[in-house]
């Protein structure tokens, strides 16, 4: 039984290594080669990681109410460029789903939402004119679509 603890306090002295190797504030690594120490830094990469999450950060969030048989709101303008969450709220009876397209987008759209539900919808959106509608059945000729614009930068 002895073996258990001296087991346990050396794992617990490599953890506190481990964490104490891993969380130096430099971002670097260091490389012997040939008895000469070369120090890498990894800030551009971390930089670089940053600002791609950054930007694909969605910039608003849209709720788009569906009932029978329409869109609430139907004309969306938006003022730039970027990722934006469409929200699709059905308060409707009846199942519903968010579509966008148009505008070199491909058709996206949300699951199927049954009443009371909603669904998310992220899409990154370049200058021009997008059509939104719900494609269950024939609920877009019945008057479930509208239009989202975004302006230039």
Same mark, same amino acid.
């Given at each position: 039984m002895r073996f258990k603890p001296a087991v346990i306090g050396c794992s617990a002295c490599l +953890? +506190?290594?481990?964490? +104490?190797? =891993?969380?130096? =504030?430099?971002?670097? %690594?260091? #490389?012997? #080669?040939?008895? !000469? #120490?070369? #120090?890498? *830094? *990894?800030?551009a990469t971390t930089a670089s990681t940053e600002a791609k999450t950054a930007a694909e950060s969605p910039i608003? *969030?849209? !709720?788009?109410? %569906?009932? %029978?048989m329409s869109l609430d709101p139907s004309e969306i303008t938006l003022d730039r460029p970027g990722t934006y969450v469409f $929200?699709?709220?059905n308060t409707g009876n009846v199942v519903h789903a968010l579509r @966008? %397209?148009?505008?070199? @987008? /491909? /058709? !996206?759209? *949300? $699951?199927?939402?049954?009443? =009371? /539900?909603s669904a998310d919808l992220q899409v990154s959106l370049t200058p021009g004119t997008y059509e939104i509608d719900c494609p269950v059945d024939n609920h877009e000729d019945q008057g479930m679509r509208g239009t989202v614009t975004v302006r230039g930068s």
């Amino acid at each position: 039984m002895r073996f258990k603890p001296a087991v346990i306090g050396c794992s617990a002295c490599l +953890l +506190l290594l481990w964490g +104490l190797t =891993g969380c130096g =504030g430099g971002g670097g %690594e260091e #490389t012997t #080669t040939g008895g !000469q #120490t070369t #120090t890498s *830094t *990894t800030s551009a990469t971390t930089a670089s990681t940053e600002a791609k999450t950054a930007a694909e950060s969605p910039i608003a *969030t849209i !709720q788009v109410n %569906e009932t %029978e048989m329409s869109l609430d709101p139907s004309e969306i303008t938006l003022d730039r460029p970027g990722t934006y969450v469409f $929200r699709a709220v059905n308060t409707g009876n009846v199942v519903h789903a968010l579509r @966008i %397209e148009g505008n070199g @987008i /491909e /058709e !996206q759209s *949300t $699951r199927n939402i049954g009443p =009371g /539900e909603s669904a998310d919808l992220q899409v990154s959106l370049t200058p021009g004119t997008y059509e939104i509608d719900c494609p269950v059945d024939n609920h877009e000729d019945q008057g479930m679509r509208g239009t989202v614009t975004v302006r230039g930068s």
